[in-house]
């Protein structure tokens, strides 16, 4: 079974602090989605990773896929109030046709 | 261009009632999936429909869960008899082709079972 394992689970911080959350795996994925959920809304994509060791900047986001495929951080500079929501680590199951699988996510909550 | 619709938004049931949700995706999206959605969990995927038929059910308990997508565009999910595990938000997604591709998720349906 393909298990994405994320920590923290919560993490609450003031705004204009950095953080740094992990998603991590013992499979190796060909790609590797971040998400980011909002309360009563559904998963919104923020980036995909696709080669080992790439780093992705999405303003002041910056995903990190690790070299052996199987982990992934994301990195927040300077956090505002407005990144508060679960963040979601998710991949295709292997020789899946479309079957995400989703991390349990991190719950981050960025206080003014 | 307008994205994936849910309805009802919130759907409070005791527990043996029948529910049942609807999606509508994004023109033109050839697949659609059904996720489900625990509270403290990420989504779980039920179903996945590439136009009107069925790619993936192996999550789907086939007890109590059937959907649908007969004309190939929007689709109902249903549960009967449901239970008191059966709450949570129930998520709709669509892409233009199965995977590896980017989806689009609705604002999901909340079920309560009371």
């Known amino acids: 079974t393909q298990l994405l394992e994320q920590s923290p689970q919560f993490l609450s911080i003031q705004e204009g602090e950095n953080l740094t959350v992990y998603c991590n795996s013992s499979?190796?994925?060909?790609?590797l989605q971040w998400y980011r959920q909002e309360p009563g809304e559904g998963p919104v994509l923020l980036v995909t990773v696709v080669t080992g060791g790439e780093v992705k900047k999405l303003k002041r986001l910056t995903f990190q896929f690790g070299d052996a495929r199987k982990d992934s951080s994301l990195h927040i500079t300077a956090a505002q109030t407005g990144d508060t929501g679960l963040y979601l680590c998710?991949?295709?199951?292997?020789?899946?046709?479309?079957?995400?699988?989703f991390g349990k996510g991190t719950k981050l909550s960025v206080k003014p | 261009e307008a994205g994936v619709a849910q309805s009802p938004r919130y759907k409070i049931i005791e527990k043996r009632q029948s529910v049942a949700f609807w999606c509508n995706p994004i023109s033109g999206h050839a697949t659609l999936y059904w996720y489900q959605q625990i509270l403290g969990q990420g989504p779980k995927l039920l179903i996945q429909f590439q136009n009107n038929g069925v790619v993936d059910d192996s999550q789907l308990p086939k007890d109590r869960f059937s959907a649908e997508r007969l004309k190939g565009v929007d689709s109902t999910l249903k549960i009967q008899p449901a239970k008191l595990e059966d709450s949570a938000v129930y998520l709709c997604?669509?892409?233009?082709?199965?995977?590896?591709?980017?989806?689009?998720f609705g604002p999901g349906t909340r079920l309560t079972v009371t």
């Open positions: 499979s190796v994925f060909s790609s």
């Open positions: 998710a991949a295709y199951a292997k020789g899946s046709q479309g079957n995400l699988i």
């Open positions: 997604a669509s892409s233009l082709t199965s995977a590896p591709t980017l989806s689009y």
